[in-house]
């Protein structure tokens, strides 16, 4: 055991490369079978709207100037989720990444204004400063805490990509994943880095509470799980990028991904290998950055696998803010809430959830250094 950061963020895999992909012991029979019922239940009652209809997007115009490093999302009604679409690889390796986000459905949001960006880690450092705010990942778990965890395993720390040397399985996220002491925000890759140069990163190793401590001090909040899907979709209906259906339109990147042979080379063919500065590339349709790949995004909404096929009745669902709590059937027991948008580390070769709709998943005390987040208003 490798104190608390080990534990719950690699142990229960919470965190966001595993973006649904636990592979722990499976669930209790009674409970992988009442989840199973559920879902293909509701799910037979929504097949008739399980296709893309068009977005209707509000025309209310903000009634105030936009803050600064936001941008106005006008809201209203779109389909929600993702469907297969012709060429496009989910990526196996991590499961399906349209499985939970099914059926397709429709849904309605009120305008908002978001961050135009990820959270920097310039910006995050002005809330640091201001408040003494001591993230999860800096602060030293105690005996109270893991009374069974030897003294010398309560340290400080997250976890860390560290690409092995060599192909290796994907078996286990064990094999690229590694718990690092004294990595925080401020030490993306522990104690001897730091973030100096890094002003226009996003920040990363950010807990659940964490985002929304930042959020609360700026007079913001988190997204919900919609209204971050609306806001990605830039105005589009049923594209499978946030920018169209192509990957690389005329031959460009659109997002920092993964290219190479994963997860041991990251060859950078779009222009970054790691974590890029925010807006390195275009933005969608309104104004925002990195709505795909880059860094996880952390959301308001508990994570269910059948979230979508449990609305409810058929019809239009006004500005969702998920169930009332978690379940993850790989994972009973662990409560989790949604990430959005995928990271650098997403390739059709393990994990595409750079694809528009796709959801994650994370343990809320857990933090990583490819996890964000961005606030709306």
Request: net charge negative; proline share 9%; glycine share 10%.
């Amino acid at each position: 055991m490798a104190a608390r950061r080990w534990t719950q963020a690699l142990g229960l895999l919470g965190i966001a490369a595993a973006a649904a992909c636990s592979r722990k012991s499976p669930p209790e029979r009674g409970q992988m079978a009442s989840a199973s019922l559920s879902v293909e239940a509701a799910t037979a009652s929504r097949v008739a709207e399980s296709r893309f209809l068009p977005t209707v997007e509000n025309v209310v115009t903000p009634k105030s100037r936009a803050p600064e490093g936001m941008v106005w999302i006008p809201g209203g009604e779109f389909s929600m989720g993702v469907a297969p679409a012709p060429g496009v690889d989910g990526g196996g390796g991590c499961g399906d990444p349209l499985a939970d986000a099914q059926p397709v459905h429709r849904v309605y949001v009120d305008g908002f204004w978001m961050d135009r960006t990820e959270v920097t880690n310039e910006e995050f450092a002005r809330f640091a400063r201001a408040t003494g705010y001591v993230t999860v990942a800096e602060r030293t778990p105690t005996a109270e805490e893991f009374p069974t965890a030897p003294r010398e395993n309560l340290v400080a720390g997250s976890v860390v990509f560290d690409p092995p040397r060599e192909a290796v399985p994907l078996d286990t996220q064990f094999r690229w994943w590694t718990y690092v002491v004294r990595a925080s925000w401020r030490h993306p890759f522990g104690p001897q880095s730091d973030v100096h140069g890094r002003e226009h990163y996003p920040v990363v190793h950010v807990a659940y509470e964490d985002a929304q401590a930042y959020a609360t001090w700026a007079h913001k909040r988190l997204p919900t799980e919609a209204e971050y899907e609306f806001a990605a979709r830039g105005g589009l209906t049923g594209k499978s990028y946030a920018w169209g259906d192509e990957l690389r339109p005329d031959g460009r990147w659109m997002a920092n991904t993964f290219q190479g042979h994963f997860p041991n080379e990251d060859t950078g063919e779009d222009g970054w290998k790691g974590i890029a500065p925010v807006a390195s590339y275009p933005p969608n349709g309104y104004g925002l950055h990195d709505v795909a790949g880059n860094v996880w995004e952390w959301v308001s909404d508990w994570y269910r696998p059948d979230s979508y096929a449990t609305l409810g009745p058929p019809g239009v669902a006004r500005n969702p803010r998920g169930p009332d709590a978690s379940f993850d059937p790989t994972e009973p027991g662990v409560a989790k809430r949604v990430q959005r948008g995928g990271s650098f580390l997403c390739t059709s070769q393990y994990c595409s959830r750079y694809l528009v709709g796709t959801r994650g998943k994370g343990d809320p005390s857990s933090g990583a250094n490819h996890l964000g987040f961005r606030c709306v208003r």
